[in-house]
């Protein structure tokens, strides 16, 4: 999984202005979601027995899960530039299990995702509530 996010991270350096870019990063969001995962596992299983490991998976994940969240925000954007709002809205659902992923690895980092979901949903309500 590491190597399909560095090879998506490569490829959306390489054509960041190319249209292909925007599934790059829909690929580079899922593989962070599934290396998300498999740490957040990781780290339950290192809280449990073997609690020295956590601060690194903590910080591991953390990494992976913003640069997950900033692909996925960056597809949205060129979604909706595009005009295709299915695939915006995707990528905006795709932020959101990354953003809560992340918080569910990373203890101390929960205030902030918090937050920023709580103003993205207000933000995306018709009326704004």
């Known amino acids: 999984m590491q190597d399909a996010i560095e090879k998506s991270s490569e490829f959306v350096d390489r054509y960041s ?3 292909v870019a925007a ?3 829909v690929t580079m969001a899922d593989a962070c979601i599934e290396f998300g995962n498999f ?3 990781e780290l339950e299983l290192a809280r449990e027995e073997n609690p020295d490991k956590v601060a690194g998976l903590e910080e591991e994940a953390a990494a992976i899960f913003r640069k997950g969240v900033e692909a996925a925000k960056n597809s949205e954007v060129a979604f909706k530039n595009e005009g295709n709002k299915i695939e915006q809205f995707v990528a905006m659902l795709r932020r959101g299990i990354l953003i809560r992923e992340h918080a569910r690895a990373v203890p101390k980092d929960r205030t902030y ?3 920023r979901g709580i103003g993205r949903v207000r933000g995306a309500h018709p009326r704004g509530r």
Do not use: D
Request: proline share 17%.
């Open 113 to 115: 995702p918090v937050r």
């Open 17 to 19: 202005g190319e249209p």
């Open 39 to 41: 740490l957040n596992e």
């Open 23 to 25: 599934k790059a990063r």
